[in-house]
């Protein structure tokens, strides 16, 4: 009893040591934090699940100032394999066992560091090779709620995190009773650090099981852009000072203005990184840099696609002429190697390609001028992805077939269906989707042998898993795209793919609690006048360019290509960016963009554009992020096994839909006689890349308060305009534009 009162009188006297520095976080601070955020030192409690052999931590604080408590706490599941039991009286034996901890139990884990897991790829690890998966919140740049982590991955031989994190239009009040507005970027990403600090932590002192080296950020929409720009930031200092001002672990200032990045691990000083091994990113919505051009240029690509008015359509067009200048500013190259793909059409795949975009209206007139080695491996990574599509067909399962009449086949005749014969099928629209027990995203990642040319095999999935049960996810389709910016289709929790359970999906904009229709023929709802909403704009940028408290750029911070292969950034061994096809919250040359950065600097990159998948698709054809985790670990870890995909199990009944819904692509993809798959950039872009993603249509107020631009706000608004490249537009061609304008 007296241990215990000792103990919990020094915790205090740590939090009130860590309070009274407030946000000054500085290498004197370092012994109380460190005390403060050691699980010993914590009122820790935990849960065993008997039916996924889990021991689940309740939610803890990761940081030591948190500005709002309930978004910045964490929440870990360890495998029961890892754990002996529950230590009660903190004299190191287990007084508590699987056998009988089936209630909340307090006190410390005793860790089996000779135990083992197989997951179900056929990976081995144990409680210190196990990776641990970051589920990264953030649904539409959004709060997420703290939440206890799920078992999702314990089968799996995996360290699962949950962490909750500030976002727009998060406030608090302080000591003057004044709303102050907390949630502007880089809090996500900072509070998503910090978490990811505290575990790293207490993996080091022992007090939680896992590796520090092999952490793998995952989350979809606004959760895939931080997991993608969690590992494009990998511990660089630019984000030091947000993680300083909530008191996190691991880093501290020096009075010098230097930092501080290690922690005392039974005396010794040990570097304690923010960063990661890899990332799955579902449809990422990042870069926000080059979004609106880039979404812009998309569009303009499509000789037949019919604008809302003529001010977006005359705006669309000088967005793609900033687009191509912007990005051959950028001297791009790429292997073609590393990609797969002969750019240069000399018949070898070993060559060094600049990316450029050209414009020629009479060599490209089908594609409104634009052509080039860009748009070049644009069109190739979608043709890569329908040839993986059609060739992996033979792991679908629960569909239903068609013949040319319509009727649905037999069971024998499903059975005996080629892989040739489904791929006709599957061109001619022949077929309906199984509609329960679809992998969930954040479950999921391509093996080694999907699309982009990368080579190597992977093992069987996990198709059906998804946090919550095998019925939470519900079939994602084009259709589920016509939700608001920043919204999740209805019937799904929180952001597909993470946690999921706190995160609050909420668009915002000054004046309204959500962004105009991407059909309404208004080109701006929020202003009266072309010189209002000019100078609104003028005023916004001129703000976010004068930089934060920290004299940070905020736009610069969120931009992920800032950061990948910069000076003071942990380069990532691998990433992984999967959108849908008919994507309709981002622009697909924004995760291309990603990819060829990554790529250029070291990191294994690919990019998974899932034919018929919308916006933050679900895992398909065999897919799970475990057996993309277990392959990645066989390819980088000494000593690991190479892990190879099950053969595929054919389906032998056919579903029981009563009628075909698959899209029509016969008129324009054409199957060779060795079944390879091939089109046009004209026809993609006309016939499925922006009809199936109307979602995207750059109507001028989806680029003026819309999914990219909520995350900048200010103590009274929780949007601001931010494109240098929209002002730029709005400026240089006022003379044209402003006519237009209504």
Same mark, same amino acid.
């Given at each position: ?14 939090? /009130?040591? @860590? ?47 948190? /500005?709002?408590? $309930? =978004? ?10 890892? /754990? ?28 089996? +560091? ?26 539409? +740049? ?5 939440? %206890? ?21 998060? *406030? ?15 809090? @996500? ?28 950020? %995952? ?130 795949? =070993? ?14 007139? $089908? ?29 679908? $399962? ?32 022949? +077929? ?65 793919? %993470? ?14 609690? *959500? ?39 905020? /736009? ?22 999967? @959108? ?69 199990? =054919? ?92």
């Amino acid at each position: 009893m007296k241990k215990g009162f000792a103990v919990l009188l020094m915790l205090v006297m740590a939090l /009130v040591s @860590c309070a009274c520095m407030a946000e000054s976080g500085t290498v004197s601070d370092k012994e109380a934090i460190e005390y403060a955020l050691n699980l010993k030192n914590m009122d820790q409690e935990w849960t065993y699940s008997d039916s996924s052999d889990a021991w689940t931590l309740s939610i803890v604080t990761a940081v030591t100032q948190p /500005v709002i408590p $309930d =978004k910045e706490g964490v929440s870990v599941c360890v495998p029961g394999a890892y /754990v002996k039991g529950i230590d009660t009286d903190g004299d190191g034996t287990a007084d508590v066992t699987a056998g009988n901890g089936n209630e909340a139990v307090k006190g410390s884990l005793v860790i089996d +560091y000779e135990a083992s897991v197989t997951s179900t790829n056929g990976q081995m690890y144990t409680a210190a090779t196990a990776p641990v998966i970051l589920n990264t919140g953030a649904a539409g +740049y959004g709060s997420s709620t703290n939440t %206890t982590a799920s078992a999702t991955y314990a089968a799996e031989g995996y360290i699962n995190v949950a962490c909750g994190n500030r976002g727009k239009q998060d *406030s608090y009040t302080d000591d003057s009773g004044n709303t102050v507005y907390t949630g502007d970027a880089p809090s @996500c990403l900072a509070d998503q650090k910090a978490a990811a600090r505290f575990v790293k932590y207490n993996i080091l002192l022992g007090n939680l099981p896992g590796s520090v080296d092999y952490w793998v950020s %995952t989350g979809g929409s606004g959760g895939g852009a931080h997991a993608a720009m969690f590992a494009a930031t990998s511990n660089h200092p630019d984000f030091y000072d947000y993680q300083i001002a909530v008191g996190a672990v691991g880093v501290y200032r020096n009075e010098d203005g230097t930092y501080t990045t290690t922690v005392n691990v039974n005396g010794d000083e040990v570097e304690l990184s923010d960063g990661a091994w890899g990332c799955v990113a579902y449809s990422a919505i990042t870069s926000l840099y080059e979004a609106d051009m880039a979404m812009a240029f998309e569009y303009t690509l499509n000789t037949d696609y019919a604008f809302n008015t003529e001010f977006q359509k005359e705006l669309a067009g000088i967005l793609s002429r900033e687009y191509m200048e912007y990005i051959n500013g950028q001297n791009l190259t790429v292997e073609e190697e590393k990609v797969g793909f002969d750019l240069n059409s000399d018949g070898e795949i =070993k060559d060094t390609v600049p990316l450029r975009i050209e414009y020629d209206t009479e060599k490209y007139a $089908d594609t409104n001028g634009y052509g080039g080695t860009y748009l070049d491996l644009y069109l190739a990574e979608f043709v890569s992805n329908l040839q993986w599509y059609v060739d992996s067909l033979d792991y679908a $399962d629960g569909w239903t077939w068609f013949d040319a009449d319509g009727n649905a086949l037999s069971d024998e005749a499903v059975a005996a269906m080629t892989t040739a014969e489904k791929t006709a099928a599957f061109i001619e629209g022949r +077929y309906t989707k199984a509609s329960a027990g679809r992998g969930g995203p954040g479950m999921g990642g391509r093996g080694m042998g999907g699309p982009g040319g990368h080579g190597g095999m992977m093992p069987q999935g996990m198709d059906g898993a998804f946090p919550g049960g095998p019925d939470a996810a519900p079939e994602m389709t084009a259709e589920m795209n016509g939700a608001l910016p920043g919204e999740v289709p209805s019937g799904m929790t929180g952001a597909a793919g %993470t946690e999921g359970s706190g995160d609050e999906m909420i668009v915002g904009t000054p004046d309204a609690g *959500s962004t105009q229709s991407a059909s309404s023929t208004a080109n701006s709802s929020n202003y009266g006048s072309y010189e209002e909403m000019l100078a609104a704009y003028q005023a916004d940028i001129e703000e976010i360019r004068a930089g934060d408290a920290y004299g940070r750029n905020l /736009v610069d911070l969120y931009n992920p290509l800032n950061y990948i292969g910069a000076e003071g950034t942990e380069t990532p061994v691998w990433a992984r960016i999967v @959108c849908g096809a008919a994507e309709g919250d981002i622009a697909m040359f924004n995760s291309l963009n990603m990819e060829i950065a990554w790529l250029n600097h070291g990191t294994d990159a690919v990019t998974e554009w899932q034919w018929d998948g919308g916006h933050v698709p679900s895992e398909t054809l065999g897919n799970s992020l475990a057996l993309y985790v277990d392959q990645m670990f066989g390819r980088y870890v000494d000593g690991a096994a190479a892990v190879e995909k099950a053969a595929a199990v =054919k389906q032998t009944a056919n579903g029981t839909s009563e009628s075909a819904s698959g899209t029509d692509l016969s008129s324009w993809v054409t199957r060779g006689e060795d079944g390879t798959v091939s089109f046009t950039l004209s026809d993609v872009m006309r016939n499925y890349r922006t009809k199936g993603a109307s979602k995207a249509t750059p109507a001028f107020d989806i680029i003026d308060y819309g999914q990219e631009d909520y995350v900048f706000g200010s103590a009274s608004k929780d949007a601001r305009h931010w494109s240098v490249w929209v002002l730029r537009a709005l400026e240089e061609n006022k003379e044209t534009l402003e006519p237009l304008f209504k």
